[in-house]
């Protein structure tokens, strides 16, 4: 089992629609990354988190510390939103950086 | 301007081959890392490095190999390539002195093709 899971796996939506990526991790953390990739391969850093909610644009990532879940939302949802979106965590106490998943989404025009 | 760098973008070699992947930073960064992206597009941390320390991924075979001439370089040298080494691997970095909270930049990728 992977310290981080991310849900769903992958995500096919209508453009506007509303969406909803998952992350849960079992170990103590200091922060928590959400990171864009697009089909090229280059990586974005989204959102760095320590507690609470943050907001940029349409997407919106809280995170629960107590419940060592972390949602990233789009609101409004468009096709150049399409990439797979990874959830990645750092280890309280040390650099390490542990990545999940990741989540493929499409957004349909 | 770039803030982390690789070349090259692409290599396509032969198994069996020695290559190398490099890596520079010009944000002035203390540490520097390599990742390795499988097929499902999961990324893999294969080594952090700093001026202190080397910390190695276990999982991570001996023929892959760090080398950093000065602290905005680390390169990634690859002996004796074989064909499950084909990936892209993700050079980065980040500032020591901001932890805990430690945002890492990544570099664009090399996607890697061992025939």
């Known amino acids: 089992k992977n310290e981080v899971e991310q849900s769903p796996q992958n995500l096919t939506a209508q453009e506007g629609e509303f969406i909803t990526i998952n992350c849960s991790y079992s170990?103590?953390?200091?922060?928590l990354h959400w990171l864009q990739q697009h089909p090229g391969g280059g990586i974005v850093s989204l959102f760095m988190?320590?507690?609470g909610k943050k907001k940029h644009g349409r997407l919106i990532a809280t995170i629960n510390i107590q419940e060592k879940h972390s949602s990233l939302h789009i609101t409004a949802s468009h096709p150049r939103d399409s990439a797979v979106y990874i959830c990645a965590v750092v280890e309280g106490g040390n650099e390490k950086l542990t990545f999940g998943t990741g989540t493929r989404l499409t957004i349909i025009p | 301007d770039t803030a982390v760098s690789q070349t090259p973008k692409y290599l396509v070699t032969q198994m069996g081959n020695d290559k190398s992947i490099k890596c520079e930073q010009n944000?002035?960064?203390?540490?520097m890392y390599w990742y390795k992206q499988d097929s499902k597009k999961f990324l893999k941390i294969m080594f952090s490095?700093?001026?202190?320390?080397?910390?190695i991924n276990e999982t991570v075979p001996n023929r892959f190999s760090p080398k950093s001439p000065d602290k905005a370089h680390l390169n990634l040298h690859i002996n004796s390539l074989e064909l499950g080494d084909s990936a892209v691997y993700f050079c980065?970095?980040?500032?020591?002195?901001?932890?805990?909270?430690?945002?890492?930049?990544f570099g664009p990728g090399t996607r890697l093709t061992v025939l």
């Open positions: 944000l002035g960064h203390d540490t």
């Open positions: 170990v103590g953390i200091s922060a």
């Open positions: 490095y700093n001026n202190k320390e080397l910390i």
């Open positions: 980065a970095s980040s500032q020591d002195e901001l932890r805990p909270v430690i945002t890492q930049y």
């Open positions: 988190l320590s507690s």
